[in-house]
């Protein structure tokens, strides 16, 4: 974890509160709720732990999924973590990709958000910023929202709607 002053668990019902209020970069006509925020870390298994004694659940309450190909990680995912709205993602590189690299400038700590997207139409034309092609991730296949030059906040994936509920 890193030496920020906030608790764990309150970084993420932070992010998770700041996120659903202001939709990132998407606009509200096309993305829905907030399924999931992603945590950055370096072990899987000892953040878990600790991010699981931070918001009152058990460690195995994570349970293996899909990493995210965008992120370039591995990821396991506690449905529901998050005051029960939303699932956490633990996130550690399998890759020295864009997760890796964030780690290495910020440590650990909140780095994604997946919301779900309110239709199933071209989200190209849908009002969401630019995204990128699709790619797999922890909730099926997800489309990363290309964020503007200098932004430095999490980054953000478009999933199908319902993926919140699938279970790893």
Not at 95 to 115: I, K, S
């Amino acid at each position: 974890m890193t030496g920020d002053t906030a608790t764990a668990g309150e970084r993420l019902r932070s992010i998770l509160a700041a996120t659903a209020a202001a939709g990132g970069e998407a606009t509200a006509q096309a993305v829905g709720r907030v399924i999931a925020v992603g945590w950055a870390t370096v072990e899987l298994d000892r953040a878990g732990d600790e991010l699981a004694g931070a918001l009152g659940t058990a460690p195995s309450s994570f349970a293996p999924a899909a990493g995210s190909e965008a992120l370039g990680a591995h990821a396991r995912i506690a449905p529901g973590a998050l005051d029960g709205r939303a699932a956490l993602v633990l996130l550690e590189p399998s890759t020295e990709g864009r997760l890796a690299a964030r780690l290495a400038r910020h440590g650990e700590g909140p780095v994604a958000v997946w919301y779900e997207a309110v239709a199933m139409g071209d989200p190209t034309t849908s009002g969401v910023a630019p995204l990128e092609p699709p790619s797999s991730g922890p909730f099926g296949p997800e489309r990363a929202v290309r964020a503007p030059a200098g932004d430095t906040g999490p980054y953000r994936f478009i999933v199908a709607p319902g993926a919140g509920t699938i279970r790893p």
